[in-house]
C-alpha cells in the first residue's frame, strides 16, 4: 500500500511509508486512504484512514499539523503531543513512542532520519516553503537534537513532477526573487511557458545545504491520478481531491 525509500529502508532504526490514495475506507472522489477533513470528506472516515495508516506501521500515535506553507518546524519533546491545528510545515524529534505525518496532493513530502543520532523528520514542501528553505530550517531542528547534516538521510516522496507542474512566468518572477538558486528547477518547453520542476530543486538544495544524499523516489501525482490524489488534476478535471500522507517513526 505504501511506497518505501530504498536509502531510508538501509537503516533498521526507521519504519517509514509514502501513503498513496489506496486501501481506505472513503468513497467518490476521497477514494479511499484520504487523510484530510479540509478537503469535504467525513470526520469519520478520515479517523478510520489515519488508523489504518498508524497501524500498518506499528499503532503508534501519529502526529500532524495544521499546513500553511510555511518554513516552521515544531519540535516534539517529552511531555504532551502538539495539537492538530498548530500552524507549521514540519515536524522533527528523538522520541521512539510516536509517528510523524505530513499531508500531500502535489507538494512534496519529505522524510529524513540521522540514524546515528535517532532523530526524524516529516516536511511539507510546496514551492513557497522549498524556496524559503523548509528543508534546511527542517534539518538545523534535527541538529538542535544532536543530529549532524553530514549523517542525515533525505527521501522525496510522491509530488507533481516538472512536466505537469507549468506555472508561467509571474511565479517564476516570485520564486527567483526569494531563492535566486531556485533558477535551475525552471524550464520551458517549445511555444509553451515556464514549468517548475520541484523534486529537482529539492534534491538540488539538498546538496546545497550538506545533506550526503537524496532519494528521489520520482513519482509524480498529477501522472498517476488512480495512485495518487492532485490538487491540479481535479482542478483541472473539475472535481474535489483528498490528501495522502508520507510518515516515518522510530522502529
Request: include cysteine.
Amino acid at each position: 500500500m505504501a511506497k518505501t525509500s530504498d536509502a531510508l529502508g538501509e537503516t533498521t532504526t526507521i519504519r517509514h511509508g509514502f501513503f498513496g490514495r489506496q486501501g481506505g475506507v472513503s468513497s467518490g472522489e476521497f477514494d479511499s486512504l484520504n487523510v484530510s477533513v479540509s478537503t469535504g470528506d467525513t470526520a469519520d472516515n478520515v479517523k478510520k484512514n489515519r488508523s489504518i495508516v498508524a497501524q500498518s506501521l506499528g499503532g503508534a500515535p501519529l502526529v500532524t499539523l495544521k499546513q500553511v506553507h510555511s518554513t516552521r518546524v515544531v519540535t516534539i519533546e517529552a511531555g504532551a503531543l502538539p495539537d492538530r491545528a498548530i500552524e507549521a510545515d514540519a515536524l522533527v524529534t528523538r522520541h521512539g513512542d510516536i509517528l510523524i505525518g505530513v499531508l500531500t496532493a502535489d507538494c512534496a513530502p519529505l522524510l529524513l532520519v540521522d540514524p546515528h543520532a535517532g532523530i526524524i523528520g516529516a516536511a511539507h514542501a510546496g514551492w513557497a516553503g522549498a524556496v524559503n528553505g523548509i528543508l534546511e530550517n527542517t534539518v538545523t531542528a534535527m541538529e538542535a537534537l544532536g543530529g549532524q547534516r553530514r549523517n542525515i538521510l533525505l527521501a522525496v516522496g510522491p509530488t507533481i513532477s516538472g512536466k505537469n507542474y507549468e506555472v508561467g512566468e509571474e511565479f517564476k518572477a516570485k520564486a527567483l526573487a526569494a531563492n535566486p538558486a531556485a533558477a535551475d528547477a525552471f524550464f520551458t518547453p517549445p511555444g509553451g511557458k515556464a514549468h517548475f520542476d520541484l523534486p529537482a530543486f529539492l534534491v538540488s538544495d539538498a546538496q546545497r545545504i550538506g545533506l550526503p544524499a537524496a532519494d528521489n523516489l520520482s513519482l509524480c501525482t498529477y501522472a498517476q491520478p488512480d495512485a495518487f490524489f492532485s490538487h491540479r488534476y481535479a482542478t483541472h478535471k473539475g472535481t474535489r481531491t483528498g490528501r495522502q500522507i508520507s510518515v516515518i517513526g522510530m522502529a
